[in-house]
Structures are given as structure tokens and as C-alpha cells.
């Protein structure tokens, strides 16, 4: 089996090893419309199954990176202490990169998705870490590589390298050398998301140890891949379509049977507050009173629904607080 270092190693043996000063590149954040929820190797990341996700366009993580004499992170503006588990896990990421020299890094990552509302992207921010270590040593390596490297911080960071729908492949290879994101052409201008927060604080279960355990304990995990299977044919379909109902409903339906199987883990796991609750009711009302709105969620009690931009003016009525993204927008 082999662990994520030697699979960067093998990758970078033939590239130039430059250092350019200073580099800044933006990655944006990404939402899953069929989930990927469940992993076949925990090392390198490697899912169960394949998923499918739309970017958030212009909410996502600038990051601006160089050469250090000892590593140094900033979030948002503020030092990182090297205690926090932001700076641990960023550390132990850049720790595969560093070289023969041992170099350090500073990076300053800056979030534009609502990181206050309880939106922070881990998988916009290793996206964008990749990139930018790319560029900082003139690598140029191919987009399908710098998947598998963002995949290696967080799996869902993999589809955080393009605009648009992003299709991430769950390969079949022990290396991961298969388990790549690619993103799906498709010029859908008019689709939107909005992010409706219920609670900004910290999640008591993070989505990779909820994951874990679901995977372990979960009697209703078993049916999760076929699910998959079924929900990705229907979202490759309703895109190539154009199908915003088949999209919608799909995402929607792939989000509570996700949640389903997490309910079902041992001890439970259940992310939803009373307004989780409420604001999915609200969605299905006004899709019941005409108004095609759907929802999706990821591991936490936030909601992010799904609308076409002549639906904005009610979706805003109706979540006056929503941050609103274009998908295919820089
Ligand atoms: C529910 O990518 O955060 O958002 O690979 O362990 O870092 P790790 O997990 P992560 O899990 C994301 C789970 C999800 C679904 C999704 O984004 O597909």
C-alpha cells in the first residue's frame, strides 16, 4: 500500500524545483449534489464511490503563499497559532510537499464563503494551497494531478480546482492514481446556490469522523454505493438536459439519504436543529405553492438550496440572509 508521500514523491520526481517569491491564486468552494460519503483507503483519501458537485464561483479561498524561513499561516487576516488544528492539519499537509531542502511556507489564506455563518471550506482552501504550490515551484503539472494532491488534504477538495459541475471518479487502483476530478462541460448560466446558515459554531462530529463511523457501524450503509450509482446517471442526465426538476430532486433526495445513513451510525449522528428542519419545510412549501426550489446538505445543520436566478427575489423573501452563488462565475 502506498502512503501519500511516496505517491507525491513519484509525481514530482521529474519536475523543476523553482522558487518564485510570492504567489496568490483563488480556488472556490464546492457542494456536493450526490455525495461523497464513505472512504476505501483512509491514507490517501480514496471514496467509495464516485460523486458529482457545483462550485460556488466567487465564494472560495484566495490564497497567497511563499517562501518562509519557519512556516507561518494566517486565516482571514489573523495569525494561526501552531496549536490550532487549522495550522496542525495544514502543516502536516505541507510537510509531503517540502523537498529535499526542507523549505517552509507562508500562507494567507482569505475566505470569501461565509466562514463566520459556519461555511468554512476546508476543500476550497487545500484546492487552493495546491495550486499555489504549483505555481510557487513551477511544476506545471496537469489539473488531474493537482487533484489527486488536493484529494490527499480532504477528498472533497479534489473537485475544488474548476467552475461549474465537477465530477470526481472513485477509480478502482490502490495508488489513487485513478481517483481524480474533472469537471463536466456545461454552460447552465442561470443556475444558483444559496447558503442559509442555521449555525456558525463548530460541529461536535467533524464529516470525516461522521463518515468513519457510518461506514463502521451504519446498518443502512450497505445500500449507499447503489444509491450512488443511481444518482449519478440521473445528474449526468438532468445536466446534459438541462433538467432543473430532475437536478434539484435528485440533490435533494442524495442529501436525506446521506443524513439516513449517519442516523443509522452507532452512536448516532445527527447534525439537524429545529431551524434545519424548518427551513426544509420552507423549501418544500414554496415547491408545493410553485416555486422550484430545492435543497442540499452537508455535514453540519446548514442548509444550501438550489434555484434558477428567476427564483432569486423569492428565495431572498423567504432567506433574507442567504449568500448567494453563481456557479460559474470568477
Ligand atoms: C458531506 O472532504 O471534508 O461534504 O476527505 O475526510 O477530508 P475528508 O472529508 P471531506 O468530506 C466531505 C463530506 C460531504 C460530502 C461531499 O462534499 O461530497
Given at each position: 500500500m502506498m502512503?501519500?508521500?511516496?505517491m507525491i514523491d513519484a509525481c514530482l520526481r521529474d519536475c523543476p524545483w523553482g522558487m518564485r517569491d510570492t504567489v496568490s491564486v483563488y480556488a472556490p468552494a464546492n457542494i456536493a449534489l450526490c455525495k461523497y460519503w464513505g472512504k476505501r483507503d483512509l491514507e490517501l483519501n480514496l471514496p467509495v464511490t464516485d460523486s458529482l458537485s457545483i462550485s460556488l464561483g466567487a465564494l472560495g479561498s484566495h490564497c497567497t503563499m511563499s517562501i518562509g524561513d519557519e512556516d507561518a499561516y494566517f486565516l482571514d487576516g489573523v495569525w494561526v497559532t501552531p496549536e490550532e488544528p487549522f495550522a496542525k492539519r495544514l502543516c502536516s499537509f505541507l510537510d509531503l510537499f517540502r523537498g529535499r531542502d526542507g523549505c517552509h511556507y507562508r500562507v494567507e489564506a482569505v475566505n470569501t464563503v461565509a466562514t463566520a455563518a459556519g461555511f468554512a471550506s476546508s476543500a476550497s482552501g487545500f484546492a487552493a494551497v495546491v495550486m499555489a504550490l504549483d505555481q510557487l515551484h513551477g511544476w506545471r503539472l496537469d489539473a488531474r494531478t493537482l487533484s489527486i494532491f488536493a484529494r490527499m488534504g480532504s477528498g472533497s477538495a479534489c473537485r475544488s480546482l474548476w467552475n461549474g459541475f465537477v465530477h470526481w471518479y472513485a477509480g478502482k487502483e490502490e495508488d489513487g492514481s485513478d481517483c481524480y476530478a474533472?469537471?463536466?462541460h456545461s454552460d447552465w448560466k442561470d443556475l444558483r446556490v444559496g447558503l442559509v446558515s442555521v449555525d456558525a459554531?463548530?460541529?461536535?462530529?467533524?464529516?470525516r469522523e461522521a463518515m468513519n463511523r457510518t461506514v463502521a457501524t451504519s446498518a443502512l450503509y450497505g445500500g449507499w454505493p447503489q444509491q450512488v450509482d443511481q444518482d449519478m446517471a440521473t445528474l449526468r442526465d438532468a445536466i446534459a438536459a438541462?433538467?432543473?426538476?430532475a437536478l434539484g430532486l435528485c440533490a435533494e433526495q442524495n442529501a436525506m439519504a446521506m443524513h439516513a445513513t449517519m442516523m443509522a451510525a452507532r452512536p448516532a449522528v445527527l447534525y439537524w436543529q429545529p431551524a434545519t428542519l424548518e427551513i426544509l419545510q420552507a423549501v418544500w412549501s414554496m415547491r408545493a405553492e410553485g416555486v422550484p426550489l430545492y435543497f442540499t446538505m452537508d455535514a453540519?445543520?446548514?442548509?444550501?438550496?438550489?434555484?434558477t436566478e428567476d427564483a432569486r427575489?423569492?428565495?431572498?423573501l423567504k432567506f433574507?440572509?442567504?449568500?448567494l452563488a453563481n456557479p460559474w462565475e470568477t
Open positions: 502512503s501519500c508521500k511516496e474533472e469537471p463536466l459554531g463548530p460541529k461536535s462530529v467533524s464529516s438541462r433538467d432543473f426538476q453540519g445543520p446548514n442548509v444550501k438550496v438550489l434555484f427575489d423569492q428565495v431572498l433574507p440572509d442567504a449568500q
